[in-house]
Nanobody, 113 residues
Framework: QVQLVESGGGLVQPGGSLRLSCAGA????????MTWHRQAPGKAREWVAT???????FYTDSVKGRFTVSRDEAKNTMYLEMNSLKPEDTAVYYC???????WGQGTQVTVSS
């Protein structure tokens, strides 16, 4: 069964950091276009970042300079490093394997004092 398993969410104060993980189970996330998305309460799911097989990355404007997406091929895992977190970053974060449109289960990130 093809799955993406996310982890790393939690409650953090404004200005804090979190690292989310997205592990491939039963399939590879290497040499694939992988994306991160998020969905805040009452809002539509929005794209956050894309990681291409060659290492190129793209980010939505609101997270540029604060978030970094990366991949560890040996661990078959993609990461989203989030720094300088703001309350408006509060959302459920999802990863997706672009080619197969496989989604992870989501992990909650709450930024609050």
């Amino acid at each position: 069964q093809v799955q993406l398993v996310e982890s790393g969410g939690g409650l953090v104060q404004p200005g804090g950091s979190l690292r989310l993980s997205c592990a491939g189970a039963g399939h590879s996330v290497s040499d694939e276009i992988m994306t991160w998305h998020r969905q805040a309460p009452g809002k539509a799911r929005e794209w956050v970042a894309t990681l291409f097989p060659g290492g190129a990355t793209f980010y939505t404007d609101s997270v540029k300079g604060r978030f970094t997406v990366s991949r560890d091929e040996a661990k078959n895992t993609m990461y989203l490093e989030m720094n300088s977190l703001k309350p408006e970053d509060t959302a459920v974060y999802y990863c997706q394997k672009h080619r197969t449109k496989t989604w992870g289960q989501g992990t909650q990130v709450t930024v609050s004092s």
